[in-house]
């Protein structure tokens, strides 16, 4: 995909697989750089899959402890290893996720031959705080609201440099050996004497976009202003309003509530994943959602969302018309 941010869709399914559906996992792209977004199982396999590469990727970001992000970990992890994989690799995640990941490795008398570090969010810092950056790149923290500790991420573009105004510059006669010193905004007395202002050939800066992960959450203002205003946002959406009392329950938002945290919280976009097992058929999902935020996606699994969304949305793929749940109640959601 030639877009220089986007998102892929690796699973959206809670708690198990069902429906052809994989547990969460995505792959966030910034700049050709990769992050996974949470491992369920079958993250490695998706992975593939779509064609993502080894050596583009950076980190992993784990919200939370829970078996449906995680599970996936120790294939990814050893098999980046079989594959030769040699340059550093990072996973943020709550506190035990160090302790889990390396019992994994040596119980199973794995071998990392990568640089392997694991980096724990402290919950007595105070939030939003960035845990990872890089050129063009910020990833703050914050917590939400689940059972077990769990954390959103907020990937922020960083400002962009403003745009060169080369056409310009050419059509002034300046001469090519400036134009380093003129991309960098510098004032310039030139050997004809000709004066050029700080700036004078910097257009705008092009906006910089940015990616909200949710998941998972009960529904709560507790962590809007950390995803405000925020491009495009990812909200669990487990269940549909029927069964707000059980969302309630496991600490899970209805598709009405992620739509009520994206219109609240000003964004451009909505997708929602996370969906039950119960759930056969997504529909309802959307329906629900539309009804309160029109620019609803679902988070269907290979689906590629640019960041910003692109003025003409992709079509959404056929979704069947029929009744939602059909199956018993898993154990946990
Ligand atoms: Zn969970």
Redesign the pocket.
């Known amino acids: 995909m030639n877009f220089p941010f986007f998102v892929c869709i690796l699973g959206s399914s809670s708690a198990m697989p069902a429906f052809g559906r994989n547990t969460s996992a995505q792959v966030l792209s910034h700049n050709s750089r990769l992050f996974l977004l949470d491992c369920g199982e079958g993250a490695q396999l998706q992975f593939r899959k779509y064609q993502f590469r080894n050596s583009r990727l950076d980190a992993i970001f784990i919200s ?1 402890l ?1 078996g ?2 995680i599970w996936g970990l120790p294939g990814f992890l050893t098999t980046l290893s079989l594959s030769n994989h040699l340059e550093p690799l990072v996973i943020y995640g709550p506190k035990g996720l160090k302790n889990l990941v390396e019992h994994m490795i040596v119980a199973s008398q794995s071998f990392i031959k990568y640089p392997l570090e694991i980096i724990e969010i402290e919950p007595s810092n105070s939030f939003p705080y960035i845990v990872y950056e890089n050129k063009g790149l910020q990833v703050s923290c914050f917590p939400l609201q ?3 500790e ?1 954390y959103g991420f907020l990937f922020q573009e960083k400002p962009k440099r403003a745009r060169f105004m080369y056409y310009e510059a050419k059509r002034d006669g300046i001469p090519k050996e400036y134009y380093s010193l003129l991309k960098n905004g510098a004032a310039l007395v030139l050997q004809n004497g000709l004066e050029i202002a700080a700036n004078q050939y910097l257009g705008e800066a092009p906006p910089s976009f940015s990616y909200a992960y949710c998941t ?1 959450t009960r529904y709560s203002d507790s962590y809007l202003p950390y995803i405000q205003g925020a491009t495009v946002l990812y909200h669990e959406a487990t269940f549909t309003q029927e069964f707000l009392v059980r969302a309630e329950e496991t600490a899970h938002s209805t598709a009405q509530e992620a739509a009520l945290a994206a219109k609240t919280a000003g964004v451009e976009q909505l997708i929602i994943g996370h969906f039950s097992a119960r759930y056969r058929y997504l529909d309802t999902f959307l329906a629900e959602s539309q009804s309160i935020f029109a620019n609803t996606e679902l988070a269907i699994e290979g689906r590629m969302f640019p960041i910003p969304p692109p003025a003409i949305l992709p079509l959404t793929e056929g979704l069947e018309d029929a009744s939602n749940h059909d199956r018993t109640t898993p154990d ?1 959601e």
Do not use: E, G, P, Q
């Open positions: 939370h829970h449906d992000h689940h059972r077990i769990c998972d946990f």
